[in-house]
């Protein structure tokens, strides 16, 4: 089993920019984020496997986040620039042990959410 905590979301005005953490307690093949807004459907922002060899961007932040690792500490992040209202939303990190995608039903593990929102 593993567990995911993550940290830091929180309110930005337009244009600027979050960084998200989670921490994993056990061995992933793979970490990443999903996001769900109010009345929307949850959807994959990014995903990278260890070693960061396979990155996956959706195309709405493709050159706006980046996703990273450090695979000492076992913590996953998410840089977050250029952000804009529409980015307003739960994040959810992410884990699964064989797999790596955007797919949600591939991801086993899922941490409790952090809220990140956007002002314009």
């Known amino acids: 089993q593993v567990q995911l905590v993550e940290s830091g979301g929180g309110s930005v005005q337009a244009g600027g920019s979050l960084r998200l953490s989670c921490a994993a307690s056990?061995?992933?093949?793979?970490m990443g984020w999903f996001r769900q807004a109010p009345g929307k459907e949850r959807v994959g922002v990014a995903a990278i496997n260890t070693g960061g060899s396979v990155t996956y961007y959706a195309s709405s932040v493709k050159g706006r986040f980046a996703i990273s690792q450090d695979n000492d500490k076992n913590t996953l992040y998410l840089q977050m620039n250029s952000l804009k209202p529409e980015d307003t939303a739960m994040y959810f990190c992410v884990a699964d042990p064989v797999r790596c995608s955007l797919v949600s039903t591939n991801f086993d593990y899922w941490g409790q959410g952090n809220q990140v929102t956007v002002s314009s």
């Open positions: 056990g061995y992933t093949y793979c």
